[in-house]
Nanobody, 127 residues
Framework: QVQLVESGGGLVQAGGSLRLSCAAS????????MGWFRQAPGKEREFVAG????????SYADSVKGRFTISRDNAKNTVYLQMDSLKPEDTAVYFC????????????????????WGQGTQVTVSS
């Protein structure tokens, strides 16, 4: 089993930055693709960013491309999401997920590809 804990959310003004962290425990995630998703009130959980197990390849939703950066530190068993130039429409609960498709090097955009989830961290961007 993998336990994921997100942190780093908060309230920020439009144009500001936040860095989210997702710390894993219970098992190493170094061979798992990881992803960040978000869910706004009344909306479905949507893909934000993904990173392969090696960290060599990343993917982003069009809405965040050029503003958000996903990265990972396998030695720390942690994944990050750097969010810059934040907009009010980025307001949501952000979740990190771990896929059990070990060593998979493609992009995983569907939430069904992820087997483990954290509890989420709230990000609120004021205008």
């Amino acid at each position: 089993q993998v336990q994921l804990v997100e942190s780093g959310g908060g309230l920020v003004q439009a144009g500001g930055s936040l860095r989210l962290s997702c710390a894993a425990s219970g098992r190493t995630i170094s061979t798992y693709p990881m992803g960040w998703f978000r869910q706004a009130p009344g909306k479905e959980r949507e893909f934000v960013a993904g990173i392969t197990w090696s960290g060599e390849s990343t993917s982003y939703a069009d809405s965040v491309k050029g503003r958000f950066t996903i990265s990972r530190d396998n030695a720390k068993n942690t994944v990050y999401l750097q969010m810059d130039s934040l907009k009010p429409e980025d307001t949501a609960v952000y979740f990190c997920g771990a896929s059990i498709r070990r060593y998979y090097s493609g992009s995983l955009y569907n939430r069904r590809d992820y087997s483990y989830w954290g509890q989420g961290t709230q990000v609120t961007v004021s205008s």
